[in-house]
């Protein structure tokens, strides 16, 4: 994130941010969660407050969920894993997935904001384009995303309309169930990526960019609604995560 505001962001380009380091489904739904961080107990106070936040906004500007951001990474590996805590498998049954890995398999990293209007990259978006537009950026609490002088520039960007520890609107830990590219995207694009069983990292990143360029507008609205009914759940709840069956389209 070290880069001029100006060059942060496209959310109209179909090509996707990759750095290398060492109609398909008709309806389906997320079922079992592969892996999972645990909400600890003074989670739930930042949980609720941030879920008491949000539909406030929206009852002021009502497409204000439209206009967030949602920023995240992971790592696809040529070996058919996603190294990502919170990733979804997408299954019409408990397929009971086992993963082995390697000590240090061939992967890709890919970062990808994902909000109503697309999916984007890290390339060209100039920051009045931003701003003028009025969108807001979330990002979770990673020490590498919250470094002083990335928050100063993000704020530089995006004002008070910034998601984030140590932001004006604080994000809040471990809240996976929150995050559209969590709990949809990785789980989505892993269950695409590897049918024709990629032996190249070339091969892995065409197939990731194609994934990605080919959701459809529908399904992203559909993504975007359903994180309003998880702040009605996780308000009800007192801030408890969301169950495991989740997300249905």
């Known amino acids: 994130m070290g880069k001029k505001a100006e060059n ?6 179909a090509n996707y941010e990759v750095s290398r380091n060492g109609d398909r489904f008709n309806s389906c739904q997320v079922i079992y ?14 949980r609720r407050r941030f879920v008491e936040w949000a539909p406030n906004e929206i009852a002021v500007v009502p497409d204000f969920h439209k206009r967030i951001l949602f920023s995240d990474e992971a790592h696809f590996s040529l070996n058919g894993y996603v190294n990502k ?17 390697p000590l240090h398999p061939e992967k890709l990293t ?11 990259s890290s390339k060209t978006m100039k920051a009045t384009t931003l701003q003028s537009m009025e ?26 309309r910034l998601i984030s520890r140590f932001g004006p609107v604080n994000w809040p830990p471990r809240s996976c169930d929150l ?31 194609r994934v990605i360029a080919d959701i459809r507008p529908q399904m992203l609205e559909k993504v975007i609604e359903n994180w309003t009914s998880r702040l009605d759940y996780i308000r009800a709840s007192r801030g408890s995560p969301m169950p495991e069956i989740i997300f249905k389209m």
């Open 33 to 46: 969660s592969q892996f999972g961080l645990a909400i600890h107990q003074n989670d739930h106070q930042a």
């Open 179 to 209: 995050t559209p590219l969590d709990y949809f995207l990785w789980g989505y694009v892993k269950s695409l990526v590897y049918a024709d069983k990629p032996q190249t990292l070339d091969h892995l990143e065409d197939n990731i960019r």
């Open 135 to 160: 969108l807001w950026f979330q990002q979770d609490g990673a020490i590498c995303h919250t470094a002083r002088a990335t928050i100063d520039l993000l704020k530089d960007t995006f004002g008070d």
């Open 8 to 13: 942060f962001f496209n959310p109209f380009s």
């Open 110 to 120: 890919v970062w990808c904001a994902l909000w109503a209007g697309g999916i984007t």
């Open 85 to 101: 805590q919170n990733c979804r498998i997408w299954s019409a049954a408990n397929p009971q997935v086992y993963v082995e890995t």
